[in-house]
C-alpha cells in the first residue's frame, strides 16, 4: 500500500522573509514577521492590506519578465545548484502565471499578442526549460492553494514509476490586483496581517514567492531527507469554503500517511496550512482532532503569520520549510498569534515528542476544496519497491462540444470530414443544466458540466472517484469581466463570483460539487497540451490495481477580447474556436471497450537546436507506429504550423507511416484543448468501425506537433468486435 | 431617497441571475438568505459590493450581513439609515 520515499536533493526557496532556504528558516525561527504594506504594487484603493511582498527587484536584463517568472527562475537556480545533471521533467503549481503583467497591459489596452507572451499559467514551468537545460515533460497544475503540494505529489509519481530520474517541481505566484482584490472581495483578508489560530483572527494575506525541490531517484540514505508520501482529495463541498468539519483535510491527511506508511503518531511536528482565515483554522483544527483521535497532537504552526499565504506556492515552501526543522532539528514559531483560540483545542507549545524531528506532515488546502497533504523524513531503513508504469485505461463513456453543438452533432459532422469549429451556442451547453445550478457560471465551467453530464458522470450515478481537468486559458469570461469591473470602478467593487469563478480550478471544484466526487481533482493547464497533461496526471495517480472509474476532462471557451491577444492561435489568425471532450476511465480492463492511454509529452525550450525526430522518439517510438497505428490524427497548431509541418514530414518518413492521416484542427478548430475532442472522436471511431478506414485490430494515433510535442493512443479491445455505444 | 423596496428586489435578482424569480413577487418580510430564493453566502458578498457601489453603503462584517440580510425590508431599512450622500 505505501509508496518509495522520494529523496531531495536540491531546494530552492524566495518569499517575503529572504531569498534562500537558510535566509528564510534563520528569519522563521527568530519570529520575524515579513507582512507590511506592498511596495512595488501600487493598490488605488487605500488603506493598502498587508501582503507578503518578496524584497527583490526584478532583473534588469530589458526583458518584461512577469514577476511569476522571475520568482520560480530564483528558486530554480538555488535547487540546481551544485549538480549539473538536467531534470527529465518541470512540474510546477501556479495560479497567477502572467496576470501582474497582463493587468497592466490589458488596463493600457494593449493589443499585440506578443507582449502577452508570458500570461499563461503553463509558460513559468516552460520558461524555466532553458535556464535548467531539461528536455522532457513539463506539467503545470493549478488547483489554487493546494498547487504547489500536488505538484511535488505529481512529481513523485514521475520518479516512483520509474519515468524519470529527477524531477525540478514546486511552486510559484507573485502578488497582483487579481488575487489582492478578488480575496478582498471575498471577506477573507486580515487588514492588520493574517494570525493564524488567533482568537480574534480575521483573515489571511497575500503574498507571492517560490519554492523548488529537485527530486531524485536515489535511493535516500540516513542524511537525506525524503518525501515520504502525499495524499488530496476535494471537499465537494463549497467553491470558496472548507468544509467545517475538516472532512476532505482529514482524508488528504489519512491518504498522505497511508502513502508513507506511517501513523500519525510518529508525526513530530504539523506544519498547518494555517491560513489565518476563522473557517480554515477551524477545520484544519477539527481535522487533526479527529485523525489524531485520543492522541495528543504534536507541535504544530503555521508560518503564514510571518510570510503570508503565497498561493500556489505554499505548499512547496512549506515543503522546504518542513525539510529544514528536520536538518536543524529547530521549529518555527507560529508567528503573529498572541492569543490561540481556545476552540481549536490547540497547544501551541506542545512538546516533542522524544526531542527529535524526523517527521513532517505538511497540509494545503486550497480554494474550491482541493485538499494536499505531504509527509517529509528521514526514509525507513527497508523502503517498499517504486511502483509500476500503471495500465491503459478503459474507455467506458464520452462526450464532445463544439461550435457545433453536443456530442451526437460534434461527431457526425467530424466523421462527414466537416468544421466544427466556432463559438458554442449558449442554449446548446445549457440544455439540460440546472438554471439554479449554473445561475453563477458562465462559459467554461457551463461547458465542463454539460461534457460531465453528456459522458454519464453527472449525480445520477456513482461518483468518478477522480477529476482530472485540462484548460490552456481557463475561465476567462470570468476573468476579463473581473478585471473589467475592477478598473472600470478604479478598483473599488471587485466581484467576489467573478474572483471565484476566475480561478482554472474552480470548473473542476463545480464538477465535484455537483457529481460529489472527492477524490483527486486536479486541474492542468498549457496552451497545447492541456488535456495530455491531464490524462497524463491520471495516469501518474492511478491507485495500482484498486482504483474506480474517473473522469478526464479538457475544454476551453473563447473570449473575443482575450483571445486574440493571449492566445497565440488566433493571434496567428485562426478563427475563434471553443469546446473540448470528456471521457470516463477505467483502470480495470473491460473486454470490448477501447483503452487510452499517453504514450508521451515532450516540450522544449524557445530556439532549441535539438532535433525533432530525437524529441518525437522520446513521445512515441518511431519503430511501432506502422504495427499498432492504422490511422493517425495529427495536431498542427496555427502559431507553429511551418514548424510542426517539418515535423511531420520528417517523422513520417522516419517511422514509414503510409495510412490515412488527418490533420485534426481544420475540423476541430485551433484551440488549446482541441485534442480532447481529437480523442473523443477517435474513441467514437474505435466504438464503430464502419466510420473509419482504420484497418481493424490496429489503434488511432492523436499526435500533437510543434512547440509542444504529444502522443495518445486509442486502441482497439481485447476481444473480438468492439462494443458500438457513447454517452 | 429612491423607492428602495422597488428597487433592490430588481437589482438583486439581476445581479444574482436569480431563474425564474419575478423581483416583485418578493415578499419584504421572506428570508433572503438561505430561503426559497436560494441565495447564499456567496451572492451575499456580491450583494454587499452592489450596496456599497449603488449607495456607499459599507457591510463589512458577517454580524452585520447576517441582520442586514435578513430580510429586503431591514436591507432597505439599513441603507435608509446609513447612506448620506449616493455616488453618481
Known amino acids: ?727 | 431617497m429612491p423607492n428602495l423596496m422597488q428597487e433592490l428586489p430588481k437589482k438583486i435578482v439581476a445581479t444574482l441571475n436569480l431563474p425564474d424569480i419575478d423581483p416583485d413577487e418578493i415578499d419584504p418580510d421572506e428570508q433572503l438568505v438561505g430561503g426559497r430564493l436560494g441565495i447564499d453566502s456567496i451572492d451575499v458578498l456580491e450583494m454587499v459590493m452592489l450596496i456599497e457601489k449603488d449607495y456607499g453603503v459599507i457591510i463589512d462584517s458577517k454580524e452585520l450581513g447576517a441582520k442586514v440580510f435578513a430580510s429586503l425590508r431591514t436591507l432597505a431599512a439599513h441603507i435608509e439609515g446609513q447612506a448620506g450622500e449616493l455616488p453618481n
Open chain 1, 1 to 727: 500500500m505505501s509508496s518509495a520515499p522520494v529523496r531531495i536533493a536540491g531546494m530552492g526557496l524566495v518569499c517575503a522573509a529572504g531569498s534562500s532556504p537558510e535566509t528564510v528558516f534563520t528569519a522563521l525561527t527568530a519570529g520575524e514577521c515579513a507582512i507590511a504594506p506592498p511596495t512595488r504594487f501600487h493598490p488605488q484603493v487605500s488603506p493598502h492590506l498587508p501582503v507578503g511582498e518578496v524584497p527583490l527587484a526584478p532583473p534588469a536584463d530589458g526583458d518584461d519578465l512577469p514577476p511569476t517568472h522571475w520568482l520560480a527562475r530564483q528558486a530554480a537556480t538555488q535547487a540546481m545548484a551544485g549538480t549539473d545533471a538536467p531534470p527529465d521533467a518541470i512540474v510546477l503549481g501556479i495560479t497567477t502565471g502572467g496576470m501582474a503583467l497582463t493587468e497592466d497591459l490589458l488596463q493600457k489596452k494593449i493589443a499585440d499578442p506578443a507582449a502577452y507572451a508570458r500570461h499563461a499559467v503553463g509558460s513559468v514551468a516552460q520558461d524555466l526549460l532553458d535556464q535548467t537545460g531539461c528536455k522532457g515533460s513539463v506539467l503545470t497544475v493549478s488547483t489554487a492553494c493546494s498547487s504547489g503540494a500536488v505538484a511535488l505529489f505529481l512529481a513523485a509519481q514521475l520518479i516512483r514509476r520509474g519515468i524519470c530520474r529527477r524531477v525540478l517541481a514546486g511552486g510559484a505566484d507573485s502578488l497582483c490586483r487579481l488575487t489582492y482584490y478578488g480575496f478582498k472581495s471575498l471577506q477573507l483578508i486580515d487588514d492588520e496581517g493574517a494570525r493564524p489560530l488567533c482568537a480574534d483572527r480575521r483573515g489571511m494575506s497575500v503574498a507571492e514567492g517560490a519554492g523548488l525541490l529537485l527530486l531524485d531517484d536515489t535511493p535516500p540514505g540516513p542524511d537525506d531527507v525524503a518525501l515520504l508520501g502525499g495524499g488530496l482529495s476535494c471537499d465537494a463541498f463549497h467553491a470558496a469554503k472548507p468544509h467545517p468539519e475538516g472532512e476532505g483535510a482529514a482524508a488528504a491527511i489519512e491518504a498522505a500517511l497511508a502513502d508513507a506508511g506511517v501513523s500519525f503518531s510518529t508525526i513530530d511536528y504539523v506544519n498547518l496550512h494555517g491560513t489565518g482565515t476563522p473557517d480554515n483554522d477551524l477545520a484544519e483544527a477539527r481535522a487533526l482532532r479527529q485523525i489524531a483521535a485520543e492522541e495528543k497532537l504534536p507541535p504544530l504552526s503555521s508560518i503564514k503569520g510571518a510570510v503570508g499565504h503565497p498561493l500556489a506556492a505554499a505548499g512547496a515552501m512549506e515543503a522546504v520549510i518542513a525539510a529544514q526543522t528536520i536538518k536543524h532539528q529547530q521549529l518555527p514559531p507560529n508567528t503573529g498569534c498572541s492569543d490561540p483560540d481556545p476552540e481549536l483545542e490547540i497547544d501551541l507549545d506542545a512538546a516533542r515528542r522524544d526531542g527529535r524531528i524526523d517527521r513532517v506532515l505538511s497540509n494545503s488546502f486550497g480554494f474550491g476544496g482541493n485538499n494536499a497533504a505531504l509527509v517529509i523524513g528521514r526514509a525507513p531503513a527497508s523502503p517498499p519497491a517504486c511502483t509500476a508504469a500503471g495500465r491503459p485505461f478503459s474507455i467506458r463513456g464520452y462526450a464532445a462540444l463544439s461550435g457545433r453543438g453536443s456530442t451526437a452533432a460534434t461527431l457526425a459532422a467530424l466523421t462527414a470530414e466537416e468544421s466544427v469549429g466556432g463559438c458554442a451556442d449558449p442554449a446548446e451547453i445549457d440544455n439540460g443544466l440546472d438554471p439554479g445550478l449554473i445561475r453563477r457560471l458562465k462559459r467554461l465551467p457551463r461547458m465542463t458540466l454539460a461534457l460531465t453530464k453528456a459522458c454519464g458522470c453527472g449525480p445520477e450515478g456513482t461518483p468518478p472517484e477522480a477529476i482530472y481537468f485540462g484548460t490552456g486559458w481557463g475561465a476567462l469570461s470570468e476573468t476579463h469581466d473581473f478585471l473589467e469591473r475592477l478598473f472600470k470602478s478604479e478598483e473599488r467593487f471587485p466581484s467576489p463570483m467573478d474572483f471565484i469563478g476566475s480561478v482554472h480550478n474552480a470548473a473542476a471544484g463545480q464538477l465535484a460539487l455537483w457529481t460529489g466526487a472527492k477524490g483527486d481533482n486536479l486541474t492542468t493547464t498549457c496552451p497545447y497540451a492541456a488535456f495530455e497533461q491531464a490524462l497524463y496526471s491520471a495516469q501518474l495517480l492511478q491507485k495500482d490495481g484498486c482504483g474506480g472509474p474517473v473522469l478526464v476532462l479538457g475544454a476551453d471557451e473563447a473570449h473575443p477580447h482575450l483571445s486574440p491577444k493571449l492566445d497565440p492561435d488566433v493571434a496567428a489568425g485562426a478563427p475563434l474556436a471553443e469546446g473540448g471532450g470528456a471521457l470516463h476511465l477505467d483502470p480495470q480492463a473491460h473486454p470490448g471497450s477501447p483503452s487510452l492511454r499517453l504514450l508521451g509529452l515532450d516540450y522544449a525550450a524557445e530556439g532549441t537546436d535539438e532535433e525533432p525526430l530525437t524529441r518525437l522518439e522520446r513521445v512515441v517510438p518511431t519503430t511501432s507506429v506502422t504495427r499498432r497505428y492504422g490511422l493517425v490524427m495529427v495536431g498542427l497548431p496555427a502559431s507553429c504550423r511551418g514548424a510542426a509541418e517539418t515535423q511531420l514530414a520528417a517523422w513520417r518518413s522516419a517511422t514509414g507511416y503510409a495510412g490515412p492521416l488527418i490533420d485534426y484542427r481544420r475540423q476541430t478548430g485551433d484551440f488549446a484543448t482541441a485534442s480532447a475532442m481529437a480523442t473523443v472522436w477517435a474513441a467514437a471511431l474505435m466504438d464503430d468501425p464502419s466510420q473509419t478506414s482504420c484497418p481493424p485490430g490496429k489503434g488511432i494515433l492523436i499526435l500533437n506537433l510543434g512547440t509542444v510535442m504529444g502522443a495518445i493512443a486509442v486502441t482497439p479491445p481485447l476481444e473480438g468486435r468492439p462494443r458500438k455505444g457513447a454517452a
